[in-house]
């Protein structure tokens, strides 16, 4: 058979084993596997390696539009400093993921514009990226979802699904109180995952305020007792990072020498109040 023939039925035979980076690689390989001499072995692992990183880079990007973040917040791009009260070995050992293959949950409390959302999807995107399954919603969001599907007789199966995340990510909590019948919902959720899947939890409002979310004491008290248990609380204390980042742009000098001069001094400035990280009930 002539080599075109071969190359035909080369491709037709990758693309029926669903190798689409081979179709689109092995020319290339063969190339580089004859300038260097390498033997047969070496070009079929070359090649099957760069199948194997297309696959594992599609399956990340699957994940992170699975999870549905309100915009994509990645490690490489956040600037730590302006977490406080975070250290860096802290958010590189949340990043490496063990809480969620221990099943354990996280709460970040705070003001608004702290930051809370911005690290909740940072940590939410770096699970994806060591295969985890996540899904980012608010608790408002979550809540009116499972009163539809009450409503729609599906809540069993839409309980089902959310039970199939290793890490759910529930955002604002306490910026909108909820129903009656929304707060138990919710409640449900959080006691189905109860050391069954991790939870990470953001809210404005410390915790003796959570009664004005889910109204009933008894019920929030329940709730809190299964949310902390084996969890990570920390406190974003520090002054809202968008108004702070605002009264620069204002007060800024706008020559460009004085403008590196102020940049510089606010970034020195230790007036920022630092937040508390404290681990409870292990």
Known sequence: MSRPGQEILLEETLRQLRLPTMVREYREAVRQATEAHEGYEAFLLALATRELEQRQTNQIQRRVREAHFPLLKTLETTDLTKWPGFDVTQVRAYAECQYIGRRENMILLGKHGTGKTHAATVFGVEAC?????????????????????????????????????????????????????????LF???????????????????????????????????????????????????????????????????????????????????????????????
Not at 214 to 220: D, K, M, N, V, Y
């Open 129 to 185: 990226r060591r295969g985890y399954r996540v899904l980012f919603t608010t608790a408002a969001h979550l809540a009116n979802t499972l009163i539809e599907a009450r409503e729609e007789r599906q809540l069993k199966r839409e309980l089902a699904r959310l039970s199939r995340y290793d890490l759910l990510i529930i955002d604002e909590v306490g910026y909108i109180p909820l129903s009656t019948e929304g707060a138990q919902l």
């Open 188 to 282: 449900q959720v959080f006691s189905d995952r109860y050391e069954k899947g991790s939870l990470l939890v953001t809210s404005n409002l410390a915790f003796a305020q959570w009664t004005s979310v889910f109204g009933e004491a008894s019920l929030t008290a329940a709730l809190l007792d299964r949310l902390t248990h084996h969890c990570a609380i920390h406190e974003f204390g520090w002054e809202s990072l968008r108004f702070t980042d605002s009264l620069k742009r204002k007060f800024l000098p706008q020559t460009p020498g004085a403008r590196e001069t102020a940049a510089a001094g606010s970034e020195s400035d230790g007036s920022t109040r630092r937040g508390r990280s404290t681990r409870v009930r292990s």
